[in-house]
């Protein structure tokens, strides 16, 4: 007689043949998921996957927060990535996508799970798991299709695109920590740590850039979006440096500052922060009128509007300066010391 645990566990007569079935069309396929980790640049925010085995606890990269790790210190060896098998049958669809700079193939993959896998529910915002396959490697955004009487578990997600293989970091080789943008993005992630001893500071609200913000954060911060298309030369050519041959570029382009969960105050007193960090730093030059836009967020379950606010700047900068904004915003990290193991004072 089976127990209770094992009735409560048990398949319904249609998820049994079901799972029969999926058994015998996969032939017991097994996939294996490795565990990555987020790492963020600090100087842009730019997002990479790293995996596990090649972070320490003295690395830092997973920090996922702009700004908020300790800085160049490189990659440790941590152990072996953490893997799991999941039996189940996977399949995709294969679509050729041809566009104005590539051309490349778009895998729709569906993974059917006997059970739930709980590695994959049960991740935190730093922690991604990517699957491999006949050499396609891919990953989830979605569990859809669920019925209870089937008892099945369909994960569904694109293989990674082959421009986005340069964000999975499987070894440290080769590896920059170098500026990736040419925007003025680290000018504004860099507001994150202005303190003047007098004016406005920033010393709460977190900025983001635009596409990169960590899953289901909780306001108030927000998120620096630089308009591609605005960005333009104001200088006729760019100066080169004849001793050192260093590329100076007068540029300006719009920047558009989203603010979630800031109040009245809270959100002028941004704006104030702004202007005083351009005259302090001068990484930039404000070059329009900003003011403060209430835009509506709705979600009709709960009948109420979010607090959400709008920024726009028209910026002017040179280039080559805002990796030097980086280098000195960098140097300004306080770094940790560790023996055996363990922080020493």
């Not at 089937?150 to 997600?157: C, I, N």
Request: glycine share 6%.
């Amino acid at each position: 007689m089976a127990t209770v645990e094992e009735s409560l566990g048990a398949k319904t007569p249609l998820g049994s043949d079901l799972a029969a079935g999926v058994q015998s069309l996969s032939l017991d396929q097994t996939v294996t998921f490795t565990k990555y980790v987020r790492l963020v640049l600090p100087i842009d925010g730019y997002v990479f996957w790293v995996k596990a085995d090649i972070v320490g606890p003295s690395a830092l990269y997973n920090a996922a927060k702009p700004n908020a790790a300790a800085y160049n210190q490189s990659p440790q060896p941590g152990g072996v990535a953490a893997t799991f098998v999941c039996q189940g049958s996977l399949h995709y669809a294969a679509d050729i996508r041809q566009e104005e700079a590539e051309t490349y193939a778009l895998n729709r993959v569906t993974f059917t799970a006997l059970q739930q896998v709980k590695e994959l529910d049960e991740l935190g915002p730093d922690e991604m798991w990517i699957g491999e396959f006949a050499g396609r490697r891919f990953s989830f955004s979605s569990l859809g299709s669920f019925y209870k009487q089937a008892d099945l578990f369909h994960y569904v997600g694109y293989a990674v695109y082959p421009d986005m293989e340069p964000q999975i970091v499987d070894s440290v080789a080769g590896f920059s920590q170098r500026q990736i943008v040419s925007n003025s993005l680290p000018a504004w992630l860099a507001l994150n740590g202005y303190v003047p001893f007098y004016g406005f500071g920033n010393p709460s609200l977190r900025l983001y850039p635009s596409f990169l913000v960590p899953n289901n954060l909780t306001p108030p911060y927000a998120a620096v979006h630089v308009a591609p298309e605005t960005t333009r030369g104001l200088a006729s050519a760019p100066r080169l440096d004849p001793k050192t041959s260093s590329h100076n570029q007068l540029c300006a382009e719009t920047v558009r500052i989203t603010l979630w969960g800031t109040r009245n105050d809270d959100a002028l007193d941004f704006v104030d922060c702004v202007n005083q960090y351009s005259l302090d730093v001068a990484a930039f030059g404000i070059m329009n009128v900003p003011v403060v836009r209430d835009e509506k967020r709705t979600q009709a379950e709960i009948g109420a509007v979010a607090m959400k606010k709008v920024v726009e700047f028209e910026v002017s900068y040179v280039q080559s300066r805002i990796n030097d904004i980086a280098q000195q915003f960098i140097s300004r990290a306080v770094p940790n010391f560790y023996v055996d193991g363990k922080a020493a004072a």
